[in-house]
């Protein structure tokens, strides 16, 4: 599930909350998993993943992450990056553009909060996406980080949000024999440009 | 549904063979649904949108696209692209970084042919992600190349495979307080180095 607070009322934000009703109605599974690609400016490479997203508040959609992960130093030295869902219960794609950055920490904080124990002891314990020996060692840390965490303990600075702003939206919805129908909304001088395109 | 033709038998493969059939014997709506991510050099952009993997053969993942739309102009300028899977029916998600290219002629031609009239319409009629008045266009165009083909109506030379053979694959698996295990392997000098990721 996406928690949305006071989302913005533009018109493809306005789209993408009723797809996203419909989509829960038909049971759509794994609501929250978005993929976002990003670039490796070193490498040359194109990279992507599947994240959850956890907001979207006002303009920003939100999911969490290590701050040291291969991800984080892409988004540092790129901004830009594409989102893309398949929502397979209601046939709709949605594919987006937007420019990523760190959230806030106040609203890092309260989420960290907010998370189980046991979410917070993995977030602390794991240095995401480094080579380890052995599955063994990964829980290893993981129970031993769990084991020394107190009521005190605190989000840890090299973990916390990324919010993307999008700048464009595909609404694309699948038809019979590939008549599908593609909606357009490019930000232009902070208005939202609508158009169609082919299938 | 992927089709496999006589499918590479290096670890990973096999690995990727083993997961698709237990996506598929969980009942994994839209299997053959994948994420392709690509580099616009020209906009400095990292674009993604869902294609359906129609084959692997030895080591070329394929699937079908017109030549001159904006990922055909991307995947010519910037051959790296990344590809990705998640199957949620098992909790499971396949990372990939690839090169890619254009499918033979002659394999193009033969999937061609195999389709149907109604799809084969529409991948003549449609300059694929180029801007359109109105639905009522796409429709007028797709009825009118319908109504003109006939038996001997071949492949364009604008629409056809595309091949990506990947040097990269990441095995992701979910687990319970994101106690994920994750599994790389790369390839160095036509060997698979295979190595965990902490998740």
């Known amino acids: 599930m996406i928690k949305f607070i006071n989302p913005s009322i533009e018109k493809p934000y306005i789209q993408f909350q009723s797809l996203y009703q419909e989509a829960l109605a038909n049971e759509q599974k794994g ?16 990279e992507a993943r599947y994240v959850n997203l956890k907001y ?45 950055f760190k959230t806030s ?7 960290f909060e907010g998370r189980t124990k046991e979410k917070n002891a993995l977030a602390i314990s794991s240095n ?8 063994d060692e990964v829980k290893k840390n993981f129970h031993q980080t769990l084991n020394e965490m107190t009521p005190d303990t605190v989000r840890p600075d090299f973990w916390g949000g990324f919010s993307f702003i999008p700048y464009y939206f595909e609404f694309w919805q699948g038809h019979k024999n590939r008549l ?20």
């Not at 929250?32 to 070193?42: D, F, G, K, P, W």
């Not at 999911?63 to 030295?77: C, G, L, T």
């Not at 920490?105 to 989420?111: G, I, P, R, T």
Request: proline fraction near 2%; aromatic fraction near 12%; include cysteine.
């Open 56 to 100: 979207i508040a006002d303009n920003e959609w939100i999911f969490f992450s290590n701050y040291n992960s291969p991800k984080a130093e892409q988004f540092e030295s790129h901004s830009q990056v594409s989102a893309l869902i398949f929502w397979s219960s209601i046939n709709t794609q949605i594919r987006i553009k937007a420019r990523i």
């Open 180 to 199: 599908n129908k593609r909606c357009v909304f490019e930000q232009r001088d902070d208005e939202w440009i609508e158009r169609l395109l082919q299938p």
């Open 105 to 111: 920490v106040e609203f890092s904080d309260k989420h």
């Open 31 to 46: 609501i929250e998993a978005i993929s976002v690609s990003s670039y490796n400016q070193e490498m040359n490479e194109v």
């Open 128 to 135: 995401q996406s480094q080579t380890i020996d052995s599955f």
